[in-house]
């Protein structure tokens, strides 16, 4: 397992940035930057199960451990979706948070990805990708 830190600062407040990260339409606008026409389902409320497919039902699902709206959300990675199946795996503890802080000139926004070796360059490629899309939608008017 390998911790990965990814920051970026969004001139927006931290209720906008939250809602851009967990509404669903514009989560299928930057999540797309890790994998075409991702989208949810599920509440995001603390110990539901969060589903994040892929246009063929395939994706993978995880469990919120904590959800201070617009601050932090935390989950940890259960398993995969296949044809809409969970297949549960024994991972050690992948897990990712989402951090809000307040800043001077909006929000920064942390994420804290705790990755399987194998995902490490996957991360690293996909989450700056992310981010920039994540400013951009919390920036516009």
Same mark, same amino acid.
């Given at each position: ?14 209720e906008?940035? $939250? ?6 339409? %514009? &989560? ?16 995001? &409320?603390?110990? %539901? ?30 398993? $995969?979706?296949?044809?809409? &199946?969970?297949?549960?795996?024994? $991972?050690?503890?992948p ?7 307040p ?6 926004l942390c ?6 070796? &194998? ?5 690293? %490629? ?9 400013k951009?939608?919390?920036e516009?008017?």
């Amino acid at each position: 397992m390998k911790l990965l830190v990814f920051k970026i600062q969004i001139t927006a407040p931290a209720e906008k940035v $939250w809602e851009v990260l967990f509404t669903q339409d %514009s &989560e299928r606008n930057w999540a797309s930057a890790l994998n075409e026409g991702t989208y949810f389902e599920g509440n995001w &409320e603390e110990g %539901s199960t969060m589903r994040f497919l892929d246009q063929d039902n395939n994706g993978m699902y995880n469990l919120v451990t904590r959800n201070y709206p617009g601050k932090e959300l935390a989950m940890k990675h259960l398993g $995969w979706i296949l044809n809409g &199946e969970l297949s549960p795996q024994n $991972w050690e503890d992948p897990t990712v948070t989402y951090i809000l802080e307040p800043s001077e000139s909006g929000t920064l926004l942390c994420a804290e990805v705790n990755s399987l070796d &194998e995902f490490v360059d996957f991360f690293n %490629s996909k989450y700056p990708q992310n981010f920039e899309k994540i400013k951009e939608l919390s920036e516009k008017e």
